[in-house]
């Protein structure tokens, strides 16, 4: 399975949502990231953990657009690919190998009016599912966001990520342990594929 996780709005969780996935899924068959981002969240956090002594369960490849054209050919079970936020033409490179993308936005206005237009481009090429993270669990806004995605017709899941001191602390950690909800994420998505959606 190949997941894309894009947004066109920056800051909106998309690399620790790859890597939580990528740790999760890790437990269920073998997994690579592929870093599409210029800024190397992703591989600084590979390599933080691993002179940390406490590698990451999955290799992490930083990759630029012609290497996402070979996308398909990776023999990985799992290949996520995490991209930056303004690199339209990579977003469509990632999008057009994918299985399955994963839009992760906070449940605030600002943030789902960019969810809107990035699920838009990415429905025309895959299944497309909005992950709602840093989600305050004193408010309503995530139950009001679902309903604002059910009526729309957009794809979501039903687990949320909650905003939590410890997701945004574990930057360059291996991710052992706690998966804050990532792991129902992955329930979620292969109850999907399973579907054949």
Do not use: C, H
Not at 173 to 196: F, I, P, R, T, W
């Amino acid at each position: 399975m190949k997941i894309v996780v894009t947004n066109t709005k920056g800051g909106t969780g998309k690399t620790t949502t790859a890597m939580y996935l990528a740790a999760a899924l890790s437990e269920s068959g073998s997994v690579e990231v592929w870093d599409a981002d210029p800024q190397g969240s992703a591989s600084e956090w590979a390599l933080r953990a691993e002179e940390d002594g406490t590698p990451l369960p999955f290799e992490v490849r930083s990759t630029n657009r012609a290497q996402l054209k070979r996308a398909g050919a990776s023999s990985t079970e799992f290949l996520i690919i995490d991209t930056a936020p303004g690199d339209t033409q990579a977003i469509n490179e990632a999008l057009s190998v994918a299985d399955v993308a994963i839009i992760p936005t906070s449940p605030g206005a600002m943030d789902m009016a960019r969810t809107w237009s990035t699920e838009a481009e990415a429905a025309k090429v895959v299944d497309t599912f909005v992950l709602l993270v840093q989600v305050d669990s004193r408010t309503r806004s995530a139950g009001e966001a679902q309903d604002f995605l059910k009526e729309a017709g957009v794809g979501y899941f039903e687990t949320v990520i909650p905003r939590r001191e410890a997701i945004r602390q574990s930057f360059g950690s291996n991710l052992a342990g706690q998966k804050y909800g990532y792991e129902s994420v992955v329930d979620e998505l292969m109850e999907v594929a399973s579907d054949g959606r």
